[in-house]
T-cell receptor, first 116, second 114 residues
Framework: DADVTQTPRNRITKTGKRIMLECSQT?????MYWYRQDPGLGLRLIYY???????NKGEISDGYSVSRQAQAKFSLSLESAIPNQTALYFC???????????????FGPGTRLTVL | GESVGLHLPTLSVQEGDNSIINCAYS??????FIWYKQESGKGPQFIID?????DKRQGQRVTVLLNKTVKHLSLQIAATQPGDSAVYFC?????????????FGRGTQLTVWP
């Protein structure tokens, strides 16, 4: 969905490096999410934010931190990357108060991160 | 919390046949269900949703069926086409979740062959 963009799309880094993944959206949604996808495990929630002043941990937040710089921007950081953080990372947004479907989440194209 | 599982990790069908992808959930308080399609190299895209006060909902070539008695959800794709090849996820929302959190299943890889 072009309304949700992620940078970079691919990243290879080394163990111990600090990495930031960025997400921007033009949908005007208040709610933003970071997910991790591993083969055979589906999507797992890392962090979510329901507005600029709200940050919440998901089910696998250890080793990650986030920053909600503005309504449109939500960044995910790996302070000291480790190999088992190699995965596909997705940002998503939702606006349950708006028109359309109820609580639908719109996903970005993903960032493929490899930690060597 | 919620546990969401899919019955089959892979499904292969012939072009033109109907496809059925199944999903089971654990929490009887779940009130909203979504099917997503994920093509290779892309993020999940919304296909169809259904609320717990409904048993069936139809879209273009897709139908979602909800059986709350056995906590089972299915996605039916009519006249499956090669462009339908993708991974399909079900997602479930807990009514008890004040934050509207979705729980995702592991995905079924649908392959359509000519």
């Amino acid at each position: 969905d072009a309304d949700v963009t992620q940078t970079p799309r691919n990243r290879i880094t080394k163990t111990g490096k600090r990495i930031m993944l960025e997400c921007s959206q033009t949908k005007g949604h208040d709610r933003m999410y970071w997910y991790r996808q591993d083969p055979g495990l589906g999507l797992r929630l890392i962090y979510y934010s329901f507005d600029v002043k709200d940050i919440n941990k998901g089910e696998i937040s250890d080793g990650y931190s986030v920053s909600r710089q503005a309504q449109a921007k939500f960044s995910l950081s790996l302070e000291s990357a480790i190999p088992n953080q190699t995965a596909l990372y997705f940002c998503a947004t939702s606006d349950p108060t708006g028109g359309g479907t109820y609580n639908e989440q719109f996903f970005g194209p993903g960032t493929r991160l490899t930690v060597l | 919390g919620e546990s969401v599982g899919l019955h089959l990790p892979t499904l292969s069908v012939q072009e033109g046949d109907n496809s059925i992808i199944n999903c089971a959930y654990s929490n009887s308080a779940s009130d909203y269900f979504i099917w997503y399609k994920q093509e290779s190299g892309k993020g999940p895209q919304f296909i169809i949703d259904i609320r717990s006060n409904m048993d069936k909902r139809q879209g273009q070539r897709v139908t979602v069926l909800l059986n709350k008695t056995v906590k089972h959800l299915s996605l039916q794709i009519a006249a499956t086409q090669p462009g339908d090849s993708a991974v399909y996820f079900c997602a479930v929302r807990d009514r008890g979740s004040t934050l509207g959190r979705l729980y995702f299943g592991r995905g079924t890889q649908l392959t359509v062959w000519p």
